[in-house]
């Protein structure tokens, strides 16, 4: 299950075709009146992932008391790589985290081969996290 939540409105998403660019547009102009990113929050649960990730005006850090599982550890460099854990996100950068994100999760579900990465669109490798 992804509920993303802009604001104060929230959508659930099945798949990365369930991501509509113009909504989640819409949503990020509407809700920033002083251009700077409205609150921005992904609510992730499923088997091997529990995460809630915020990004953009009033959100906190991430705060964990455990270790983050390997796959919730993709998710996480996924949104490093997106640039969703920096001020002044544009809506391109989550519109493309939350069509890869199905493919994160499915491929987290299993161990990655021993030498096999997951990369983005531009070939940098995005798991194993790059040190």
Do not use: K, Y
């Not at 659930?12 to 509509?20: D, Q």
């Not at 915020?54 to 997106?82: D, K, M």
Request: glycine letters at 10%.
């Amino acid at each position: 299950m992804i509920i993303l939540t802009i604001g104060d409105t929230s959508r659930r998403l099945s798949s990365s075709a369930g991501v509509e660019e113009g909504w989640v547009t819409h949503h990020l102009r509407t809700c920033r009146p002083d251009a700077a990113p409205p609150g921005v929050h992904v609510r992730i649960a499923g088997p091997s992932v529990a995460l809630n990730l915020s990004a953009g005006e009033g959100t906190r850090g991430a705060v964990t008391s455990r270790s983050l599982r390997p796959a919730e550890a993709q998710v996480v460099e996924l949104w490093r790589a997106r640039g969703l854990d920096r001020p002044g996100f544009r809506s391109g950068q989550l519109v493309a985290f939350l069509h890869q994100l199905p493919d994160v999760l499915e491929q987290g579900s299993a161990a990655l081969p021993a030498g096999m990465a997951i990369r983005d669109v531009s070939g940098h490798a995005l798991w194993p996290a790059r040190r």
